[in-house]
């Protein structure tokens, strides 16, 4: 079976070339994922309506997204001009994960080729991130009845701040975040698991940490699970951290995978962050999600 991969060449937003956010990967990531095989056609979503969205977002922030009228402060902790390019994209993103997560409760794996917003909460975006698409997601399948344990599994370097503020009073979804401290958010939130990890840690004590977690992880019960598999762990982040290499990478979204997948868990995994200093590298990261779910099939 083929893995089912969700795509919209609308996720490269038009946003100046001195913007520092690497807006062409998701464009690249998707030619990448069809010359190496791994996905033949892609499923393309629709925009998220605002019914979908406002089950995790307030009506205030998703209409000042949508009519352009976002506070300029306000734009700048996100770090994208608010043009009508970045809302498309942020309309379109968000229902790409809500897509995925679907097709993940029928065929038990599926992937976005972008998502993980996981610093956007309920009134406000952060750090690249609009509108939370892992919390859209997962509030969709809970409130369509496909699922009701959920976990988010949050392995990107950064905290999952805006997942564990959405989801605090929801005992139904369980955040789960493993970040370097130092990292941003200066001001952690507080997940249901926040495992915090030292700045330079390298493959073997990062895996052997997560290995241990996995094993946490089991022991609750799950219907559907998000993997945010953010790349920026890698040593050659501009962001991150942290030193893993490209086999540590790998090595991790294998373990995430297959221990869902073994158990019949559905998972859908999406992009989170990734800003390698080498262009190429940073897509050939991001597909390792893709590759090690496709290979399960
Ligand atoms: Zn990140």
């Known amino acids: 079976m083929e893995l089912p991969v969700v795509n919209h060449p609308d996720y490269v937003a038009k946003i100046n070339d001195d ?12 030619e990448y994922l069809i010359n190496k095989n791994i996905v033949k056609k892609f499923y393309i979503p629709k925009e998220c309506s605002v019914d979908t969205l406002k ?25 994208f001009p608010i043009n009508d390019s970045v ?24 992937c976005n080729t972008a998502g993980g917003s996981h610093h956007a909460t309920y009134d406000f975006g952060a750090g690249y991130c609009v509108f939370n698409d892992v919390a859209v997601a ?13 976990l988010i599994i949050d392995l990107d370097v950064h905290q999952g701040n805006g997942n564990s503020e959405i989801f605090k009073n929801d005992k139904d979804v369980l955040t789960f975040s493993m970040h370097c401290t130092s990292n941003y958010p200066a001001k952690k939130s507080l997940s249901d698991i926040d495992i915090e990890l030292r700045d330079n840690m390298e493959d073997k004590e990062y895996i052997n940490i997560l290995k241990k977690n996995i094993t946490v992880l089991n022991q609750y019960k799950f219907d559907a699970v998000f993997y945010v598999a953010g790349v920026d762990v890698h040593f050659n982040d501009r962001l991150g951290k942290l030193k ?3 086999e540590g990478v790998n090595l991790r979204d294998q373990i995430v995978i297959e221990n869902f997948f073994s158990k019949k868990i559905p998972l ?19 597909s390792l999600l893709h590759k090690n779910c496709a290979k399960m099939l």
């Open 138 to 150: 997962a509030n969709y399948l809970k409130n369509k009845k496909y699922a009701k344990n959920i």
């Open 244 to 246: 893993l290499t490209d």
């Open 19 to 30: 913007n520092k956010f690497p807006i062409k990967k998701f464009g690249a990531l998707a």
């Open 55 to 79: 089950t995790s977002h307030s009506i205030k922030y998703i209409e000042n997204i949508k009519n352009k009228t976002l506070d300029i402060k306000l734009q700048k902790k996100i770090g």
């Open 87 to 110: 809302v498309r994209r942020s309309f379109v993103a968000t229902g790409g994960t809500v897509l995925a997560s679907k097709l993940a409760m029928d065929f038990k794996l599926a």
């Open 268 to 286: 859908c995994g999406v992009l989170g962050g990734g800003y390698n200093k080498e262009f190429k590298k940073l897509v050939e990261l991001h």
